[in-house]
């Protein structure tokens, strides 16, 4: 992977040159560092490197746990060295990380009922049962923070022999 470096003039006061050789929010960058360094001379400035910035890796919640294990080691690698992602692992260490957001489903059982008007019994967090669910019947899957479920509460509730809509 080659990294090709751009540079660019900026002033003290946060300006960037641009091509007309004007002062602004607009940048004029090139890979020439020489050639910014002669107009930085000319106009005042200074030359900044540009450099990319490297993309942040998508990890499970579990691996995160790891990533964030190996910051307390005085020897990360050897933290993270072992699993069978150690590679992701590290690259997440150096470049930075997101967790990915656990995906949630509407839960339900299509109940009998002509084809025209089909009864749904849908699944629902109750509200005066904490840590319960319960049971509407509706016409149609709401959608609603209260009808969301993960896979691990799908599991925990029982409901994995009923339909899920992501």
């Not at 691996?63 to 690259?91: F, T, W």
């Not at 339900?108 to 319960?132: C, D, H, M, V, W």
Request: hydrophobic residues 30%.
């Amino acid at each position: 992977m080659s990294e090709e470096k751009l540079y660019a003039v900026k002033n003290d006061e946060g300006e960037w040159l641009d091509q007309d050789r004007l002062w602004g929010p607009g940048t004029w960058a090139t890979p020439d560092k020489d050639e910014r360094e002669k107009v930085a001379k000319c106009y005042g400035g200074h030359v900044v490197a540009l450099v990319e910035e490297p993309k942040k890796v998508v990890l499970t919640k579990e691996q995160a746990e790891i990533v964030e294990r190996a910051h307390d080691y005085d020897n990360p690698a050897g933290c993270i060295s072992g699993y069978p992602s150690e590679k992701l692992l590290m690259n997440a260490y150096v470049n930075g990380y997101t967790v990915e957001k656990e995906k949630k489903y509407l839960v339900y059982t299509e109940l009998g009922g002509k084809q025209k008007n089909k009864l749904f019994a849908q699944a629902y967090r109750s509200s005066i049962y904490p840590g319960t669910i319960s049971w509407i019947l509706t016409n149609e899957v709401k959608s609603g923070s209260w009808a969301r479920f993960t896979e691990s509460e799908i599991e925990q509730y029982g409901l994995q022999d009923c339909e899920k809509e992501e």
